[in-house]
């Protein structure tokens, strides 16, 4: 069975610019869910979705974040623009709808400097 | 809201020493979530360790458990005897049974087992 499959692995970027990473959820999946993970807040969760619908996108991540799903096996988050404080590791994670054990991608390591 | 604290940011352990990571919930809108621990181990993704989704039942899992405490709204986690493969950054979480089952994650304990 395909695991959850982000790219890239890792980052670098020039605060300012437009990053977008990618996320490829295991077939079946309809909940897919992204995450930022630092050492300070954990895990935040950014956006939501069942069904390729957005759910939940975040809150406090609104303004430069934007997460997509254009069909059920792929998922995009865009940052735009880009800011030092943006430097973290992205994780996607998948799950069946109504279950919470979810299937983690190893990340996206963002360096934004 | 619903939140999860581990008060631990990191501990340290020597090899076959016991092992406990302390987790605490607060679900005020839910009532009875489900509990998880997720671990992270260097260089690969989270993966989910064990889950409990009764009050009072232990889940186990590779050696560690942790029990459903709902009158201390608690979910420990254990082990007799830890290994250096041990070392990891585990995550309690949990999730509302009844509602759109996102996990609520804890901010993480980096648990280091020295050899």
């Known amino acids: 069975d395909a695991g959850v499959t982000q790219t890239p692995r890792h980052e670098v970027a020039e605060k300012g610019q437009t990053i977008i990473l990618k996320c490829e959820p295991v077939s079946g999946h309809n909940d897919l869910f992204w995450y930022r993970q630092t050492k300070i807040q954990g895990l935040e969760l950014l956006s939501y979705?069942?069904?390729?619908?957005?759910?939940?996108d975040g809150g406090a991540f609104k303004d430069r974040f934007k997460a997509e799903m254009l069909n059920s096996s792929f998922s995009t988050l865009k940052i735009q623009p880009t800011e030092p404080k943006d430097s973290a590791v992205y994780l996607c994670?998948?799950?069946?709808?109504?279950?919470?054990?979810?299937?983690f991608g190893s990340g996206t390591r963002l360096l934004v400097i | 809201g619903d939140s999860v604290t581990q008060t631990e940011g990191q501990v340290t352990v020597s090899e076959s020493k016991s092992l406990i990571i302390n987790c605490t919930y607060s679900a005020t809108s839910i009532g009875y979530p489900n509990l998880f621990w997720y671990v992270r181990y260097p260089g690969e993704g989270l993966q989910l360790l064990l889950k409990?989704?009764?009050?009072?039942q232990k889940g186990s899992s590779r050696g560690f458990e942790a029990t459903y405490n709902k009158e201390a709204t608690s979910f420990h986690l254990q082990k007799a005897s830890v290994q250096e493969s041990d070392s990891a950054v585990y995550y309690c979480?949990?999730?509302?049974?009844?509602?759109?089952?996102?996990?609520?994650f804890g901010s993480g304990t980096q648990l280091t087992v020295m050899p």
């Open positions: 979480a949990l999730s509302d049974p009844s509602g759109s089952w996102q996990l609520i």
């Open positions: 409990v989704i009764t009050a009072g």
């Open positions: 994670a998948s799950s069946l709808e109504g279950h919470s054990d979810y299937t």
């Open positions: 979705f069942r069904s390729k619908s957005l759910m939940e």
